[in-house]
Protein backbone atom coordinates (compact mmCIF):
# COMPACT_ATOMS: atom_id res chain seq x y z
CA UNK A 1 0.00 0.00 0.00
CA UNK A 2 0.89 3.49 -0.33
CA UNK A 3 0.55 6.31 2.05
CA UNK A 4 0.51 9.97 1.16
CA UNK A 5 1.48 13.24 3.11
CA UNK A 6 0.80 16.46 1.43
CA UNK A 7 2.59 19.90 2.74
CA UNK A 8 1.93 23.93 1.09
CA UNK A 9 -1.30 25.13 0.89
CA UNK A 10 -2.43 28.09 2.59
CA UNK A 11 -3.56 32.39 2.02
CA UNK A 12 -2.02 34.49 -0.26
CA UNK A 13 -3.19 37.18 -2.51
CA UNK A 14 -3.93 36.89 -6.37
CA UNK A 15 -0.71 37.16 -8.02
CA UNK A 16 0.90 35.29 -5.70
CA UNK A 17 2.61 31.97 -5.72
CA UNK A 18 1.87 28.54 -3.18
CA UNK A 19 3.75 25.45 -3.64
CA UNK A 20 2.03 21.95 -2.72
CA UNK A 21 4.42 18.91 -2.12
CA UNK A 22 3.01 15.34 -1.65
CA UNK A 23 5.49 12.80 -0.04
CA UNK A 24 4.71 9.32 -0.87
CA UNK A 25 5.92 6.29 1.17
CA UNK A 26 5.09 2.06 1.35
CA UNK A 27 4.87 0.73 -2.04
CA UNK A 28 6.46 3.05 -4.09
CA UNK A 29 8.04 0.81 -7.06
CA UNK A 30 3.71 0.12 -8.12
CA UNK A 31 3.28 3.96 -8.65
CA UNK A 32 2.72 4.71 -12.15
CA UNK A 33 1.06 8.59 -11.93
CA UNK A 34 1.53 11.09 -9.68
CA UNK A 35 0.16 14.45 -9.65
CA UNK A 36 -2.92 16.46 -8.21
CA UNK A 37 -6.86 17.31 -8.30
CA UNK A 38 -8.77 20.28 -7.11
CA UNK A 39 -12.39 20.76 -5.56
CA UNK A 40 -13.51 24.00 -5.04
CA UNK A 41 -16.88 24.31 -2.99
CA UNK A 42 -19.92 23.50 -4.75
CA UNK A 43 -17.89 21.91 -7.95
CA UNK A 44 -16.77 18.60 -8.78
CA UNK A 45 -13.13 17.86 -8.13
CA UNK A 46 -10.94 18.19 -11.26
CA UNK A 47 -7.61 17.85 -12.77
CA UNK A 48 -4.89 20.34 -12.10
CA UNK A 49 -1.45 18.31 -12.79
CA UNK A 50 -0.27 14.84 -13.41
CA UNK A 51 3.45 13.02 -14.09
CA UNK A 52 3.72 9.71 -14.86
CA UNK A 53 7.04 7.83 -13.70
CA UNK A 54 8.23 8.20 -17.45
CA UNK A 55 7.94 11.98 -17.03
CA UNK A 56 5.01 12.37 -18.71
CA UNK A 57 2.25 15.38 -18.04
CA UNK A 58 -1.12 16.36 -18.04
CA UNK A 59 -2.83 19.59 -17.38
CA UNK A 60 -6.23 21.21 -16.64
CA UNK A 61 -7.94 23.43 -18.93
CA UNK A 62 -5.69 26.58 -18.90
CA UNK A 63 -3.27 25.78 -16.22
CA UNK A 64 -0.50 25.12 -18.26
CA UNK A 65 1.96 28.34 -17.92
CA UNK A 66 0.70 29.11 -14.46
CA UNK A 67 1.46 26.22 -12.85
CA UNK A 68 4.75 23.22 -13.27
CA UNK A 69 4.58 19.96 -11.72
CA UNK A 70 7.36 18.42 -10.91
CA UNK A 71 8.70 14.64 -9.63
CA UNK A 72 12.30 14.42 -7.04
CA UNK A 73 11.83 10.27 -7.61
CA UNK A 74 14.32 10.10 -5.32
CA UNK A 75 12.15 11.85 -2.43
CA UNK A 76 9.45 9.53 -4.13
CA UNK A 77 7.90 13.40 -3.52
CA UNK A 78 5.82 15.68 -6.58
CA UNK A 79 5.49 19.07 -6.61
CA UNK A 80 2.94 21.74 -7.52
CA UNK A 81 4.18 24.92 -8.21
CA UNK A 82 1.56 27.49 -8.91
CA UNK A 83 2.08 31.17 -10.06
CA UNK A 84 0.02 33.69 -10.93
CA UNK A 85 -2.71 32.96 -8.31
CA UNK A 86 -6.17 33.79 -9.23
CA UNK A 87 -9.25 33.55 -6.69
CA UNK A 88 -10.68 30.95 -8.96
CA UNK A 89 -7.80 28.86 -7.95
CA UNK A 90 -9.23 28.70 -4.17
CA UNK A 91 -10.11 25.08 -3.62
CA UNK A 92 -8.75 22.14 -2.02
CA UNK A 93 -6.30 20.41 -3.75
CA UNK A 94 -5.22 16.68 -3.75
CA UNK A 95 -2.86 15.02 -3.97
CA UNK A 96 -3.34 11.94 -5.99
CA UNK A 97 -1.47 8.44 -6.76
CA UNK A 98 -2.43 6.11 -9.24
CA UNK A 99 -0.78 2.56 -9.27
CA UNK A 100 0.51 0.37 -12.06
CA UNK A 101 -3.08 -1.92 -11.60
CA UNK A 102 -5.17 1.21 -11.75
CA UNK A 103 -5.85 2.18 -7.92
CA UNK A 104 -6.02 5.75 -6.67
CA UNK A 105 -4.87 6.82 -3.79
CA UNK A 106 -5.54 10.08 -2.45
CA UNK A 107 -4.09 12.33 -0.04
CA UNK A 108 -5.46 14.36 2.93
CA UNK A 109 -5.85 17.76 1.12
CA UNK A 110 -4.73 21.18 1.46
CA UNK A 111 -6.35 24.17 1.04
CA UNK A 112 -5.58 27.27 -0.94
CA UNK A 113 -7.35 30.59 -0.76
CA UNK A 114 -6.80 32.99 -3.07
CA UNK A 115 -8.34 36.42 -2.02
CA UNK A 116 -7.23 40.11 -1.48
Known amino acids: QVQLVEFGGGSVQPGESLRLSCAAS????????MGWYRQAPGKQRELVAT???????NFGDNLKGRFTISRDNAKNTVYLQMNSLKPEDTAVYYC??????????WGQGAQVTVSS
Open 51 to 57: MTSGGRT
Open 96 to 105: NVRLFNGINI
Open 26 to 33: GSISSIYE
